[in-house]
């Protein structure tokens, strides 16, 4: 069972900046993919960014240029950098670890962060 605690969720204005952060309670050099996941109400869970043990990333088309995932494998954490935020960045964004086993897969979920652009 990994346990996934988010931070840095906020208050920002357009055009401003923040930095999520994910820590796991085990060494993410054992989970394949860590990703950040953004849902708004009423809506599915969406993609934002994720990053696989090997370092490749991908990004959701909206946030492209604007956001940077990285991870820190000492300190066992996983970032988003958030730039150049928009009014419908505005949601509650998720981490995600995904841990893939001989028979299938796990995924584990973070409590979400609320993330609120102001316009």
């Known amino acids: 069972q990994v346990q996934l605690v988010e931070s840095g969720g906020g208050l920002v204005q357009a055009g401003g900046s923040l930095r999520l952060s994910c820590a796991a309670s085990?060494?993410?050099?054992?989970?394949?993919?860590m990703g950040w996941y953004r849902q708004a109400p009423g809506k599915q869970r969406e993609l934002v960014a994720r990053?696989?043990?090997?370092?490749?990333?991908n990004y959701a088309d909206s946030v492209k240029g604007r956001f940077t995932i990285s991870r820190d494998n000492v300190k066992n954490t996983v970032y988003l950098q958030m730039n150049s935020l928009k009014f419908e960045d505005t949601v509650v964004y998720y981490c995600?670890?995904?841990?893939?086993?001989?028979?299938?897969?796990?995924?584990?979920w973070g409590q979400g962060t609320q993330v609120t652009v102001s316009s």
């Open positions: 995600n670890a995904h841990k893939v086993r001989r028979d299938g897969y796990s995924d584990y």
């Open positions: 085990e060494s993410i050099f054992s989970i394949n993919v």
């Open positions: 990053i696989t043990s090997g370092g490749m990333t």
